[in-house]
């Protein structure tokens, strides 16, 4: 069973499309992260949210942690070519090792 | 400057033999993660370095996987006698501080290891 558990599992929308992907928990979290990974590459972090409620943006992006720090969002506004690929959700306990998520698979066509 | 780089970027193995995988973090970071990534899959956490202190084994999968950091900066993951379900992405990462819960990640581009 998935600590972390993501949906969709994939994704594929038109460019200009707007679109949210989910990261859900039983479990409370002292942080989660949500990195994106593109084919033949690491992941790389998109952002860190730590407290119940946050909303960060990162451009056209915008990411919630839950007020239950148990699940969070990330949502794309005007999706683009670019950001096309595997987004992970990541979430810690404190002192503990992050544990991931299976991931969304987002493909947006032009 | 430079960023995690791992070696080789592609093995192929026949069933049973030995492989290492290297890992060079970049340069100052203090802690150092191993990842399995299967296909289409999340990333499984395999082990974690911290400074000098004793390496958090929790996620090995068996005794056939070992890993070494030496001078607390390149690392290598063993794997003896190679099994098919072995086949994957392996991705290190290493963070700057030792902070697990709020540290950004640095990946490395990984290591696909196929088993034959």
């Known amino acids: 069973t998935q600590l972390l558990e993501q949906s969709p599992q994939f994704l594929s929308i038109q460019e200009g499309e707007n679109l949210t992907v989910y990261c859900n928990s039983s479990s409370v979290f002292s942080s989660l992260q949500w990195y994106r990974q593109e084919p033949g590459e690491g992941p790389v972090l998109l952002v860190t949210?730590?407290?119940?409620?946050e909303v960060k943006k990162l451009k056209r992006l915008t990411f919630q942690f839950g007020d239950a720090r148990k699940d969070s969002s990330l949502h794309i506004t005007a999706a683009q070519p670019g950001d096309t690929g595997l987004y992970l959700c990541?979430?810690?306990?404190?002192?503990?090792?992050?544990?991931f998520g299976p991931g969304t698979r987002l493909s947006v066509l032009p | 400057g430079a960023g995690v780089s791992q070696s080789p970027s592609n093995k192929v193995t026949e069933k049973g033999k030995d492989v290492e995988l290297r890992c060079d973090p970049i340069?100052?970071?203090?802690?150092l993660y191993w990842y399995r990534q299967s296909l289409g899959q999340g990333l499984e956490f395999l082990i974690y370095?911290?400074?000098?202190?004793?390496?958090?084994k929790s996620g090995l999968p068996s005794d056939r996987f070992s890993a070494e950091r030496t001078g607390g900066s390149v690392s290598t993951l063993t794997i003896q006698r190679t099994q098919q379900e072995d086949s994957a992405v392996y991705l290190c990462?290493?963070?700057?501080?030792?902070?697990?819960?709020?540290?950004?990640?640095?990946f490395g581009p990984g290591t696909r290891l196929t088993v034959l």
């Open positions: 340069s100052g970071h203090t802690a």
């Open positions: 990462a290493s963070t700057p501080g030792g902070g697990r819960a709020t540290d950004t990640q640095y």
């Open positions: 370095f911290q400074g000098n202190s004793a390496p958090d």
């Open positions: 990541a979430g810690a306990r404190w002192g503990q090792n992050f544990v």
């Open positions: 949210v730590v407290t119940g409620g």
